[in-house]
């Protein structure tokens, strides 16, 4: 269906410059600023994406900071509260899944909330959340109360936190969508969850950093009890990104993007085209240019004399009529699955590396405690380093040439075969032939779906219900994280790691057959999708 044939009553209206191209349904109408440097490949940014990257990414960098730290974290704890003794099994494992039950939390809440009151009325609170978090985590009273008391302070703190980190996916997914270029809108995403690789490497720094500067009190004094100043540490320094970053979130303005299309009255593709045009900059709902522009705010009935959407009562209503409809269903269906069968194998992968460290020779099982936690911390820098932190950038530079359906497709069958190499050669397998084999799996991880389902949702679902689904998705995802950090160690005690390692390989074979329901989302845009069905819709009720 092209555009002119999208009115209402199109005889009664001379058609546009857009509906006189004949712009395809399923391709945005903006080509006009798709066209705006098309000689430059979309990885190459401008100053204000530059500027969005920073305010949004640093959710990410904190959730691998916090994801990835708690490995030497706990490792720490062994000698501060059990004198080196591993923590009890339930412990570790409520400690490890702790961050990731609360995100399911903050991820569907703050989906919710934010397409109800707004990006603007919701966004930066989930900072405040983990800053607070944080400060109560590093408050634990290791001294004054039992040991297995201060793992669950930790536990319960982790919790919060991870409500905060969560709802950072459906936030900052959406402020970004919203505000890109369509051209390069899967390479802005994509660069935003690159900020995850980044957090985990600089978290393992930190580890290693903070450690050198105990040695001398821990290794020769023998002052082990001192850890508790490491860790502490460790898990504090993230505050300085979060507290940075604060003020940017809780003054950004809304998006034009979103103040017109989340109103019941839906634009025409003209408008859209015209509101992303002017939104270009992060800021164009606030230059002076843009109040002197032809551009419409909602009108009154809609919104407040600020500019800022009123919630929408029925916000939740529609969204249930929306996805009532299977091809939309399918879609949900889609990402959620897509995103819960990848955490199972990633998580599982992430959240249990003293396997990996074992298998290289990091485990840190010999030498005096000090020498074990260095040990621990260089093989974590290691592992990131070889795939982690690769396997991002690879995906930032080819998204917009290979598409997102074919990466995940990819991701998700050379991560399976790796599996299955290193299932098959567990106790087989050389430790050079494990480090590369582990090396391929992290890089196809990243260069795969573990980008590419944080993408999806974001780009397939319209701006009205774009948050929402994208914390269902978000929380279906760290469902299958929590199932596999809790699981893992006891399979691996029954069954064996290697066996183990046959299911996240067949895992991964399920998120590619899932991958199946997803369209193609390269220049696609959903509003124009969802404005075509709703005057379908009207017509087909007016021919009755």
Request: contains cysteine; aromatic residues 12%.
């Amino acid at each position: 269906m092209s555009s002119s044939q999208a009115g209402d009553n199109p005889a009664s209206r001379t058609p546009s410059r857009t509906e006189k191209d004949a712009v395809p349904p399923y391709r945005s109408a903006l080509e006009e600023f798709e066209d705006e440097g098309a000689d430059r490949p979309p990885y190459i940014l401008t100053y204000t994406e530059v500027k969005l990257l920073g305010i949004a990414g640093v959710g990410f960098f904190l959730d691998a900071y916090d994801l990835f730290i708690i490995n030497p974290v706990t490792t720490m704890l062994q000698y501060r509260l059990y004198g080196g003794k591993a923590l009890p099994a339930g412990l570790q494992g409520f400690v490890k899944a702790a961050a990731n039950i609360g995100s399911v939390i903050g991820q569907l809440l703050f989906g919710l909330f934010a397409d109800h009151f707004g990006r603007k009325a919701v966004y930066g609170k989930e900072l405040m959340i983990i800053i607070f978090a944080t400060i109560m985590c590093i408050s634990d009273p290791t001294g004054d109360i039992s040991a297995d008391g201060a793992l669950v302070w930790l536990g319960v703190w982790r919790i919060i936190l991870g409500i905060g980190v969560g709802a950072d996916y459906p936030m900052s997914a959406s402020v970004t969508s919203e505000r890109s270029n369509l051209r390069k809108r899967g390479t802005m995403l994509a660069y935003i969850f690159s900020f995850q690789g980044w957090g985990s490497l600089i978290g393992s720094l930190v580890t290693l950093v903070t450690l050198a500067c105990y040695k001398h009190v821990m290794d020769a004094k023998g002052e082990t009890s001192k850890v508790d100043g490491v860790w502490r540490i460790v898990i504090a320094l993230s505050l300085i990104p979060a507290l940075g970053t604060l003020y940017q979130r809780l003054t950004l303005p809304e998006s034009t993007r979103f103040l017109r299309l989340s109103q019941p009255s839906a634009p025409s593709s003209e408008e859209i085209g015209a509101d992303v045009i002017k939104d270009k900059s992060l800021v164009a709902s606030s230059t002076p240019s843009e109040k002197q522009s032809n551009y419409r705010p909602p009108t009154v009935e809609n919104s407040t004399p600020t500019g800022t959407p009123r919630p929408r009562k029925a916000a939740f209503k529609e969204f249930l009529h929306y996805f009532s409809e299977w091809r939309h269903l399918k879609l949900l269906i889609g990402t959620s699955l897509c995103w819960f069968f990848l955490d199972i194998a990633f998580y599982g992968i992430n959240l249990n590396q003293n396997v990996v460290l074992q298998q290289i020779g990091f485990d840190g099982k010999t030498g005096t405690p000090w020498e074990r936690l260095w040990k621990i911390a260089i093989g974590n820098i290691i592992i990131t380093a070889l795939g982690f932190v690769p396997g991002y950038y690879a995906t930032i530079l080819t998204i917009e040439i290979l598409g997102r359906k074919y990466i995940q497709i990819q991701g998700f069958l050379l991560t399976a075969m790796f599996l299955g190499i290193m299932a098959g050669r567990f106790n087989k397998i050389s430790t050079a032939g494990f480090v590369v084999c582990f090396s391929f799996l992290q890089f196809f991880f990243n260069f795969g779906a573990n980008t590419t389902t944080y993408c999806y949702p974001a780009e397939v679902f319209p701006t009205r219900f774009r948050a929402t689904a994208h914390g269902i998705s978000a929380a279906s995802g760290k469902a299958g994280a929590i199932i596999s950090s809790l699981a893992f160690n006891s399979l691996s005690n029954k069954i064996g790691t290697a066996n183990v390692l046959w299911i996240f390989m067949g895992v991964s074979f399920a998120g590619a057959v899932c991958t199946l329901l997803l369209p193609e989302v390269k220049g696609r845009d959903p509003d124009l999708i969802y404005e075509e069905e709703e005057k379908e819709k009207l017509r087909t009720r007016r021919a009755y």
